[in-house]
């Protein structure tokens, strides 16, 4: 891999499957050291895109390149620097820890003189000490991924795909699943991750939002909340609510009003009614203001925007 | 390919073979029971057929002809009779399978004339054990006859002329004592090699898929070829050993004569060991749940090897389009093979023709597996 090319790049990647296309002219774009975290509901495309980019499923119409070569035309050397952790846990079951980092460590032909010290790394990395002659099928599911993991990334290589790899997992034991994604993109690792929690995406440096196999937005967290939004969210304490929502639905600025619990959001855009003048316009309509605060909107409701405003968009052309 | 990722595949697949019940069962017992059940349980032989006798005479010659039949393995008396009706409720309370009646002149006559009738009475609802029975009496009442028209001569002042007479002396090789099991034993190698063979390679890879460990295994760099081989490798180990098993068993607890060449058996054995592990991987590739896979190796294995590769039944009596068939069964080379290393002790001159079946066989099979298993979804 030369050091300007991407680890990953896809461009226009197609899977068709008879009747249906899985994944539709995708285009991605994953840096050195960068984790991505690829979100989306079921059946969007994501383990049919992290399959193609492994070699394992061929692309039915454009190119991807991983580590510089191309997953069609040269899958094996692809495979020589990729790890790759499959949604269904899919180590040895019948095997002991240490006889799975073995055959593993064989298999993608770790030096010798590296061997131990490479398991070592992996069984603490896992949390698997004096837990390495214990059959795998007997652990818990933490433990399972993390020495998942490990096995993935014997032979240190430069990419990963990891699909929906904390899925059943504890929260105590995803939260650690993390800490080590982290250190292996510190590292210089890009990792591209699938994950249906919401809350994982905020853990990754950009996001690839796909739904029906299109790529509907890819930026930072904060880049996506600002274009879901299309401009700031506040949080307004006032009272009554009804009064209110009603006078900003009609404010110059304002692009979306609605009432959050007992108070009230508002997303305010260019141009119009800043956040400074929000109390003195409440209070020249007789309503009483308590507070006007910046909010973050959770991820969740970005998806949401997101998705929905793409499929409006998709259904009207 | 890569000797590392060759052994890693091997190592794993050993572990896994070591630690499933189910597979080490096939490997271990199943040789043990097969070789029990085949070894004792089939034979075409029939032996100490009893018999019961009604001697209405009850004199020298008569005791004679029953001594006869007592001195021959074949029958055993089971009882001796007094009358007609007793030969009846005898065989109708399966005391006997035949019997024979010496009649009450049966000396005079043969004093008189120099022979004798003899009644046979066979029970035919087996009609099997009959036929085979039937032989036998007339086999006991050849030697009898042998003797005494010896001694008729004598008595008559004949001299025994050596022009003209015809003695018909059967004479039975390779298989001196005719017995069925010395045909039978080495064949029953074939079969079991040919059921655990192809059962334990059924399941490698229709395993991996069942688990879901398949779609790991293909993204990393191992090729097809190092998976085949790497699992293969235990498994080729495992039909030697089985194999070396019953063979030995066949030569010391059977006692079937081996005549031949040890290294020749252990070439051909490896080659036909290939050809059935070959014909499991290829089902396990086609087929991706453990069941099916098992049970079509049974159906391609098991029912040629019992039936068309002349184990039990002879190939040159089967009718022309059945013996064309069992051309293509791979089994017929080795039961071959084997009757003929063990039974005539062949080299490899005799041989050559069913060893070049074996070779061709194990090449394309091994041929067609190297390129069944691609690394995709």
Redesign the interface.
């Known amino acids: 891999m030369s050091p300007d090319n991407p680890a990953v790049l896809a461009e226009g990647l197609t899977k068709r499957f008879s009747g249906f296309t899985a994944v539709d002219h995708l285009d991605l774009r994953i840096e050195k050291g960068e984790v991505v975290g690829f979100i989306g509901p079921n059946g969007a495309g994501k383990s049919t895109t992290i399959r193609m980019l492994c070699g394992l499923l061929r692309p039915s119409e454009g190119r991807a390149s991983v580590a510089g070569f191309d997953v069609g035309r040269q899958p094996e050397a692809v495979r020589e620097h990729i790890g790759y952790m499959s949604q269904k846990f899919s180590l040895y079951g019948d095997l002991t820890v240490r006889e799975n980092l073995r055959f593993f460590g064989g298999i993608y032909r770790v030096p010798h003189g590296d061997f131990n010290e490479r398991m070592r790394f992996a069984i603490s990395m896992a949390g698997l000490e004096g837990r390495e002659d214990a059959l795998v099928r007997t652990l818990a599911g933490g433990w399972k991924q993390r020495l998942a993991l490990g096995c993935a990334i014997l032979h240190r290589p430069p990419i990963l795909f990891l699909d929906e790899p904390t899925s059943g997992v504890e929260p105590e034991a995803r939260r650690l699943f993390w800490d080590l994604i982290h250190e292996l993109a510190a590292g210089g690792v890009a990792i591209l991750v699938s994950t249906h929690y919401m809350e994982e995406a905020e853990y990754c440096n950009r996001i690839a939002l796909i739904d029906g196999g299109r790529l509907v937005a890819m930026g930072t967290p904060s880049e996506l909340r600002q274009r879901s939004l299309g401009g700031d969210l506040f949080e307004v304490d006032c009272v009554p609510l009804g009064a209110a929502l009603k006078a900003l639905g009609s404010a110059q600025g304002v692009i979306e009003a609605a009432i959050f619990g007992d108070k009230l959001h508002v997303v305010l855009g260019q141009g119009g009614l800043s956040a400074d003048e929000l109390p003195r316009f409440l209070a020249d309509r007789d309503i009483r203001v308590g507070s006007v605060r910046p909010a973050t909107p959770s991820l969740e409701d970005v998806f949401v925007r997101l998705v929905s405003t793409t499929r409006e968009t998709r259904a009207a052309s | 390919m ?1 000797i ?2 060759l ?3 091997a ?2 697949e050993t ?2 073979v070591w ?2 019940p189910r597979s080490l069962a096939v490997a271990l017992l199943m040789p043990l029971m097969q070789m029990g059940l085949l070894g004792y349980g089939v034979s075409l032989d029939i032996k100490h057929v009893p018999l019961c006798v009604y001697d209405q005479e009850n004199s020298q010659a008569s005791r004679s002809v029953v001594d006869a039949f007592t001195a021959s393995s074949w029958f055993t008396i089971s009882r001796t009779i007094g009358s007609e009706a007793g030969i009846r409720s005898a065989m109708n309370h399966g005391e006997c399978a035949a019997a024979i009646v010496i009649p009450v002149d049966f000396s005079r006559t043969l004093a008189a004339t120099g022979s004798a009738p003899v009644q046979a009475i066979f029970d035919a609802t087996d009609v099997n054990t009959t036929n085979i029975a039937m032989g036998y009496v007339q086999g006991v009442v050849a030697q009898i006859n042998a003797t005494t028209d010896a001694r008729w001569d004598a008595s008559h002042g004949v001299q025994p002329s050596l022009v003209g007479q015809v003695d018909l002396e059967p004479s039975v090789w390779f298989n001196e004592t005719l017995e069925s099991r010395n045909f039978i034993i080495p064949g029953v190698v074939a079969v079991i090699l040919a059921l655990v063979g192809a059962q334990l390679t059924s399941l490698t890879i229709s395993r991996e898929w069942e ?13 097809p070829l190092e998976v085949m081989f790497g699992k293969l490798i235990p498994y080729f180990a495992i039909g030697l050993l089985d194999a070396a098993f019953c063979l030995a068993v066949a030569a010391f607890w059977f006692r079937v004569p081996f005549r031949g060449s040890i290294g020749i058996l252990f070439v051909t054995t490896a080659l036909f060991d290939l050809v059935v592990l070959g014909i499991g991987y290829l089902i396990s590739v086609r087929i991706r749940n453990q069941l099916g896979a098992s049970q079509v190796a049974l159906l391609l294995t098991m029912l040629p090897t019992t039936l068309l590769s002349g184990y039990t039944f002879p190939i040159d009596q089967m009718p022309a389009p059945i013996r064309a068939l069992t051309l293509i069964v791979y089994s017929r080379y080795y039961v071959t093979i084997l009757r003929a290393i063990f039974l005539k002790g062949s080299g490899l001159a005799d041989l050559w023709t069913p060893v070049l079946g074996l070779v061709a066989y194990a090449a394309i099979i091994i041929w067609l597996a190297a390129r069944a298993f691609r ?3």
């Open positions: 890569n590392q990722r052994l890693a595949m190592y794993k572990l896994q630690r499933d688990r879901g460990t398949m779609e790991q295994l293909i993204s990393t760099p191992v090729t690394k995709h979804l």
